[in-house]
């Protein structure tokens, strides 16, 4: 029993532990990210796509304009396009719709466009010590309403429609892909537009959020890891209390009966089609993540495809460039295989 208790406390400590050195989030909401990445912004996807930049696709719960890009064919004829929506990583508390330069997400949407598709980045609400779940979720799906309410004025194919998404944002992507069409409702301008999508691409996502976070460890594994990792716990705490609106230590289950509804594990019963990639050396969401949620859909009968990217780190950040524009194919070959 000690040994288990070790390998438990062992384990949460150091996918904690890369969380706080990959700063997948911040100690506090209010400060900026450390070491964030000083990618300046796409010029490439600009210069090669007709871009179409700040849009705004619904107001925030403060009355504040949410917005879009998008990216699409030049000269493109009056046809319409299908769209992919790229929903943005950053541990649900931070990130954009910024792509960035020289990045494999920069290559994989010219590739997309190239195809004759329109990709849409958009930003949603992020969480914070007053803003939580599901507005992220609302956000996501809400952009999909969105693009069939447009689809006449920006020549849009409303029925293909898929999301591409990064960690949180891949978690945000199937969650929402995988609920019914009249949950995660946000603007009522849009509610009378469906949701639903063809297929989703999902990169490193985590679907397990207590699984993620370690929400049913005990107090005493958790106080033995705060003597040595403080700020660990105390990132847990926040990132858990952002998304959920309890505190774990004093709503534990609240908190994780919470996480067990937001988390895309629980919802393949209503899958659709879903690509993966997911690195062997993720620390950040183990491949364990995207290996049981596949288990899951193939007992479901959905249409699943994992690829494990030797040696891929959480981001791909390692991954060499011949490789990374192999696997994007693939995953462009997954999207163009379900248009209809």
Known sequence: MKSFNNNIIYRFSMNLFFILLLNLFSLSYSQPPINESKLPPSTLLPEKTTFLKDISYKNDNSGKPLLLDIYKPKNSTSENLPVVIYVHGGAWAKGDKTVRADSYIESFILKLVEKNYAVISIDNTLVSETVHFPLPVQDTKDAV????????????????????????????????????????????????????????????????????????????????????????????????????????????????????????????????????????????????????????????????????????????????????????????????????
């Not at 995660?184 to 999508?197: I, N, P, Q």
């Not at 403080?230 to 919470?258: C, H, M, T, W």
């Not at 524009?325 to 163009?336: A, G, K, S, T």
Request: charged share 25%; aromatic share 10%.
């Open 145 to 340: 309403r969105w693009v069939r309410k447009n689809a006449e004025k920006y020549h849009f194919d409303p029925n293909n429609i898929g999301y591409f998404g990064a960690s949180s944002g891949a978690h945000l992507s199937m969650l929402s892909a995988y609920s019914n069409d009249n949950d995660y409702v946000g603007s009522s301008e849009l509610s009378s537009y469906s949701g639903k999508v063809n297929y989703v691409v999902s990169n490193f996502g985590p679907t397990d959020l207590n699984k993620l976070l370690h929400t049913r460890l005990g107090k005493i594994p958790v106080a033995i890891v705060g003597l040595f990792f403080k700020p660990i716990v105390e990132i847990r705490q926040k990132l858990v209390f952002g998304i959920s609106g309890y505190d774990i230590k004093n709503d534990k289950r609240k908190a994780v009966d919470y996480l067990k509804t937001v988390s895309p594990i629980n919802y393949t019963d209503n899958a659709v089609p879903t690509f993966i990639l997911h690195g062997d050396k993720d620390k950040v969401a183990p491949i364990n993540h995207s290996k049981r949620l596949v288990k899951k859909l193939k007992k479901q009968n959905i249409e699943t495809n994992l690829i494990i990217v030797k040696d891929g780190t959480h981001g791909f950040g390692t991954t060499d460039k011949t490789y990374i524009n192999q696997l994007n194919d693939e995953m462009v070959n997954f999207i163009v295989a379900h248009t209809k």
